[in-house]
């Protein structure tokens, strides 16, 4: 009798450990939704994978026959909001990469739709390990409940449909207790992603310009094309001297070239959207520069709050306080 409980229990125990080891490799959420904590790197990892997959959909739709375009209104500006298949395809494609590899991970999107894909979908799991981050040597693990992720699907849907294709990317930030951590801004029509984690690193094709380098003169401002009289107008009246303003869509475009330093300054006046901002946010923090509101208060990208920014906006690489007299 002895040696046959003995037996059950050794079954039972095997069976148990199968099961349990199964669970884990095939990636059922049952076990995944029990992650209290996240790897950083990990999740840097992923998040360039998913902006690249996003990115992939983005460029397909646009060398198709069809946009399937459509228009989500009007802008404070009076610009067409336009909605196309590649930001739908896009958002699909990046939200499930994400649930695949960190489920019960907060991800925010500037999309929303109930469609499913009609498309055939990227469903494997993205890398968390992968060789573009390999080289880091340090990373941290936090309490998933205090991460939030931004994700913008498709930036510059309007240049997109107009195929100003030197304009779009795909973006995605991780804020921790709403801190911009990661920045990753991939282009999907040259391949190019760039990414940053303050504290730790950036991609070795992030080109930061030398502060030192940056011109005193001419003032060079870039900002969104719908508002750049405007601009123009405020900056030159605050700044006094010699203001050239630089044109130009993409939110993610505009901090990128704040980061290289073809500008000086990258201002917002009107209302602007987290998803669009927290990505550049993130990578100028870890390379020395800054991005607040046009009052210089730092922007909160927490899940719980607003996914608006009506503060205005300003990204500079170096002397920001010096261009935060135009908010004044």
């Not at 050794?10 to 884990?24: D, E, P, Q």
């Not at 009007?74 to 990469?97: F, P, R, W, Y």
């Not at 695949?100 to 109930?114: D, Y």
């Not at 330093?261 to 959207?273: P, Q, R």
Request: net charge positive; charged share 20%.
């Amino acid at each position: 009798m002895a040696s046959n409980i003995n037996i059950n229990v050794k079954n039972a125990v095997i069976f148990i450990t199968v099961c349990v080891v199964i669970l884990y490799f095939t990636g059922i959420p049952l076990l995944n939704k029990q992650l209290k904590f996240i790897n950083m790197k990990e999740l840097l990892s992923v998040s360039i994978e998913v902006a690249e997959r996003g990115g992939i959909r983005v460029k397909t739709v646009r060398e198709s026959s069809s946009l399937g375009e459509t228009s989500k209104g009007k802008t404070k500006e009076g610009v067409n909001d336009v909605l196309t298949a590649g930001d739908l395809q896009s958002h699909l494609t990046m939200m499930n990469g994400f649930k695949l590899a960190f489920p019960g991970l907060k991800v925010i999107s500037e999309e929303h739709t109930k469609k499913t894909a009609d498309f055939k979908m990227d469903t494997s799991v993205p890398k968390k390990n992968s060789e573009e981050v390999a080289s880091l040597t340090k990373t941290e693990t936090v309490p998933l409940a205090d991460v939030t992720v931004w994700i913008d699907p498709l930036d510059a849907t309007k240049e997109y449909s107009e195929n100003l294709r030197q304009y779009v990317t795909t973006m995605v930030c991780v804020a921790v207790k709403g801190q911009p951590v990661i920045g990753v801004i991939h282009r999907p029509f040259t391949g190019e992603t760039a990414w940053a984690y303050v504290g730790v690193g950036y991609s070795s094709n992030l080109k930061v310009a030398k502060k030192e380098d940056l011109a005193k003169e001419p003032h060079k401002i870039i900002v969104s094309m719908s508002h750049a009289g405007e601009v123009k107008n405020l900056t030159t009246k605050k700044l006094g001297g010699k203001v050239e303003i630089v044109s130009a869509a993409g939110a993610g475009y505009k901090t990128l070239e704040v980061v290289k330093g073809s500008v000086n300054a990258y201002v917002h006046t009107t209302l602007i959207k987290k998803w669009d901002i927290c990505a550049g946010n993130a990578i100028l923090r870890a390379v020395g520069g800054n991005m607040t509101t046009l009052k210089g208060n730092q922007i909160d990208y927490s899940g719980a709050g607003s996914p608006l920014n009506d503060k205005g906006l300003l990204a500079t690489l170096a002397d920001h306080a010096k261009y935060l007299i135009i908010g004044t």
